[in-house]
């Protein structure tokens, strides 16, 4: 059982480019959730969908868009990378008002 | 809107000592979760305990043990007879109305 799987684990990419972060799970949740998690911050909710074809904002969207067109998938898409965006991010999927469960991160550094 | 402080932000224990985690939280929803998660030096997130909102009992689970006490929105987090593998950072986070806030995170570092 594989879980919450986030790929790549580890980024650079220089300002102005963009990428997509994968996020997959394969515990059939329809709750998913996208953190980024700064140095002694915590995490702070970028985005966040209750079921296929639902997202909505969290408390830092900017620069950020994501698509649930599956329950498996959450991809996270940063347009135009920004020194402000390097950050851990984490992926997590859960049931309703269960725990969430987490993908392992990924470390973006924007230069 | 929701809000979790962890007023600690560093804590330094000696081996086998007790350590307790600080949470209060805010919210308007009358039905809420609460969790305790902790993140090791590797970097991962490990769910560990969760409390509904219309049950504040207590309760033990091995070394682990929690203070639920809706009058005052706290939710706090007990080690019991620290270890060093305890050393990592504990986030208590809330759940509700389709979101999931997370604190600040407590350092609990335990010196062997």
């Known amino acids: 059982n594989a879980g919450v799987t986030q790929t790549p684990k580890f980024r650079i990419l220089k300002i102005g480019q963009s990428m997509t972060l994968q996020c997959t799970q394969d515990m059939n949740h329809n709750y998913m959730y996208w953190y980024r998690q700064d140095p002694g911050m915590g995490l702070k909710l970028i985005y966040y969908?209750?079921?296929?074809?639902?997202?909505d904002k969290g408390e830092v969207p900017n620069g950020y868009n994501v698509s649930r067109s599956t329950t498996e998938d959450f991809p996270l898409r940063l347009e135009l990378a920004a020194p402000s965006q390097t950050s851990v991010y984490f992926c997590?999927?859960?049931?309703?008002?269960?725990?969430?469960?987490f993908g392992q991160g990924t470390r973006l550094t924007v230069v | 809107a929701q809000k979790v402080t962890q007023a600690q932000t560093e804590i330094s224990v000696v081996e086998k000592e007790d350590v307790t985690l600080d949470c209060v939280y805010e919210t308007r929803d009358t039905t809420y979760y609460l969790f305790w998660y902790k993140q090791p030096p590797s970097g991962e997130l490990v769910f560990l305990i969760r409390?509904?909102?219309?049950?504040?009992q207590n309760e033990i689970s091995g070394r682990y043990s929690w203070n639920f006490q809706k009058s005052t929105s706290s939710f706090n987090f007990t080690i019991t007879a620290s270890q060093v593998v305890d050393s990592a950072v504990y986030f208590c986070a809330l759940g509700g109305n389709n979101r999931l806030a997370f604190g600040k995170g407590n350092q609990v570092v335990v010196i062997p």
């Open positions: 409390r509904n909102s219309f049950d504040e």
């Open positions: 969908s209750v079921g296929a074809g639902i997202t």
């Open positions: 997590a999927s859960s049931y309703e008002y269960t725990e969430a469960f």
